[in-house]
């Protein structure tokens, strides 16, 4: 009996993670579907073969499942940008460029997940709590390191930004990174994240215009410009 007591918390423990797991799995296929505004509960528990009271167990409402979904889906960028910059070369150019592709892809091959992390999900949703905030972090660290890989020394910035800049950084703990690093990292994410926007809703088809080429142009004036 002691050792059935013993393992029993380690089963429950199993038992909990996987139903939150099966939740999750759920819940992203209603986004994929129809976006945050199609999360429901009830559907879910429906889909998992639980009732909707015994689903609150596991979350305590949407927002707290909207949440983790967003918490997962910047580890799941962060590792695979992490990736891409490790992947074997040393020449910062390529790495750079590595890291650049991999963001596109990821967003390209999840599409909803990424429209969670840089749209507000819902109305009412504190889409800057500190979690997610934080949980953002680490994707932008691997390009803050790339960037830094190629960037000039002694590039001056405007006292303005570079005092938000260092205030944000000092924030994070993000040491050892010049302003002028940190302010083209947000800039390159700008543009990436307007080309990569657009592209997926489509706007480039209606136009006519290969998103690739565009992609790898702002990519090369970008590493030109450093």
Request: proline content about 5%; cysteine-free.
């Amino acid at each position: 009996m002691a050792a059935e007591s013993r393992t029993e918390p380690g089963l429950r423990d199993r038992f909990r993670a996987q139903v939150r797991q099966e939740v999750k799995t759920a819940a992203l296929r209603q986004l994929a579907e129809g976006g945050p505004e199609a999360l429901s509960l009830n559907a879910i528990a429906k889909q998992v073969g639980m009732t909707g009271p015994a689903l609150y167990r596991y979350f305590t409402n949407r927002d707290s499942l909207l949440t983790e979904l967003v918490i997962d889906a910047y580890g799941d960028l962060a590792s695979t940008l992490s990736h891409a910059a490790d992947a074997g070369t040393t020449d910062p150019v390529a790495r750079l460029t590595a890291v650049v592709e991999a963001y596109r892809a990821w967003a390209l091959a999840e599409p909803h997940r990424y429209r969670l992390l840089f749209r507000a999900p819902l109305q009412g949703y504190d889409a800057q709590s500190t979690s997610l905030v934080e949980a953002s972090q680490p994707a932008m660290k691997v390009v803050l390191e790339v960037v830094g890989a190629l960037a000039k020394p002694g590039t001056a910035v405007a006292e303005g930004p570079a005092a938000q800049f260092r205030e944000w950084m000092n924030h994070h703990e993000i040491v050892d990174v010049p302003e002028a690093v940190a302010l083209r990292t947000t800039m390159l994410w700008a543009h990436l994240h307007g080309l990569v926007g657009l592209e997926i809703e489509g706007n480039f088809t209606s136009m006519g215009i290969d998103p690739v080429s565009l992609y790898e142009s702002e990519v090369k004036d970008f590493v030109r410009s450093l």
